[in-house]
């Protein structure tokens, strides 16, 4: 999947996630969308699915797949930090 069909989960207000998600469907016709966070907006991620596809898209598209990982790397202050990441796939049926 191309990065194109991407969501990244921020700071931004929760609705232009869903709608980003839903135009990414309706208007730029993709198969597949996915939707990525890390930390802190996990939740987020989750609600934008849910969201997404039960009342904006209900009964056109299913999860297809969901990866989690997590990272770890260098914070300013030199420590070693793990932060988790997910990925949700949704699909056209």
Known sequence: MSDDHSIFIGDKPFMNYVTGVVMQFTIK????????????FISRAVDVAEVSRKRFL?????????KIDSEEFQNKE???????NIEIYLMKK
Do not use: P
């Open 78 to 84: 030199g420590r070693q930090v793990r932060v988790s």
């Open 58 to 66: 209900d009964n056109t598209v299913d999860i297809k797949e969901i």
């Open 29 to 40: 016709g993709a198969r597949e969308v996915g939707i990525k966070a890390r930390g802190k």
